[in-house]
């Protein structure tokens, strides 16, 4: 029979550190991980473009393309803009990803920082739980070639530069008509996203594990319509009106790609997944409670 408390997963021996840029708490914390993690033999990289500091000698500064390459386990340190902002870039890797909260909500940064150090080394020995989270890949096709491309954890959004401008367009779904609309734009959301853009639009919350995919119309000019689920592994394919101009689709809301006229958004589920590791204990209704103000037992 295994030890009490024998790890339950492989153990981690090379760390990359990602801390956000312009928070004296994010870099507090990301000075006290890294002299903890060289204290204990851990080899570690430390993201280039993070904040000056002064990091122990035996940390690298490495590129986020080399953390997704040598590391085994990325440490991101700040809020979940943060997070999203690498998940984009270290899921196309074979490395897991955990989150200290240095941000706001910190639906993917759970890990507390008064006690993310001994949470992390516990969780290096092999001591936590694993989940897939999965993203989106859009493209935008002109005339059967794609011009422009990315992915997103959180949402892809169809939307105007102009303000309080509706839209006209058409959705399929693995190459069935959906609907046709007028309205604001359209969030294409993960489970993941369900609680960020989409839910602020009323779309439903997905429990994380899920293979689904939500369509939720922003300010639809009718009074029917409403958001809808599909499977996860579903083909999107929106066709905009060709007057309607300037438009956009956002990634996650760092990343914009302009549609020109013309061009129709494809948008599928990426191939590479993200290893999100929560430490022992984590549960996932528990933070909804916490950053979605709901009651706690009535008894």
């Not at 928070?23 to 204290?39: C, D, G, N, Y």
């Not at 035996?58 to 590129?63: E, K, L």
């Not at 001591?127 to 890949?137: A, I, N, P, S, T």
């Amino acid at each position: 029979m295994p030890k009490a408390n024998a790890p339950t997963n492989p153990p981690f021996s090379v760390i990359g550190l990602l801390c956000k840029n312009d928070s004296e708490t994010a870099l507090e914390t990301l000075l006290h991980i890294s002299k903890t993690l060289v204290a204990n033999d851990y080899r570690v990289l430390a993201d280039a473009s993070g904040p000056c500091a002064n990091l122990p000698a035996a940390v690298i500064r490495s590129s986020l393309a080399e953390i997704g390459e040598q590391a085994e386990l990325a440490i991101v340190i700040g809020g979940d803009g943060k997070m999203l902002g690498a998940a984009r870039e270290l899921s196309l890797h074979n490395i897991a990803v955990i989150g200290v909260n240095r941000g706001n909500l910190g639906f993917l940064t759970d890990l507390a920082p008064d006690d993310a150090s001994a949470q992390l080394l516990d969780v290096l020995k092999g001591h936590y739980d694993v989940e897939q989270r999965f993203l989106l890949d859009a493209r935008i096709e002109q005339g059967g070639k794609t011009i422009h491309s990315a992915n997103a954890m959180n949402e892809v959004v169809l939307h105007s530069d102009q303000v309080a401008h509706m839209l006209e367009f058409e959705v399929e779904v693995d190459g069935q008509f959906v609907f046709s609309q007028r309205s604001d734009g359209l969030i294409i959301a993960t489970p993941t996203g369900s609680t960020a853009y989409s839910l602020s639009a009323g779309g439903p919350i997905l429990y994380p594990g899920l293979n689904a995919i939500t369509l939720v119309p922003m300010f639809p000019h009718t009074l029917s319509s409403r958001p809808i689920v599909v499977g996860g592994d579903s083909a999107i394919r929106v066709r905009v009106a060709p007057d309607d101009q300037p438009l956009h689709i956002s990634c996650d809301g760092h990343v914009k790609l302009p549609v020109p006229s013309g061009a129709e958004i494809y948008i599928t589920r990426q191939r590479h997944a993200l290893r999100l590791i929560h430490p022992k204990g984590y549960n996932y209704y528990h933070v909804l409670r916490n950053k979605l103000n709901w009651g706690s037992r009535l008894f």
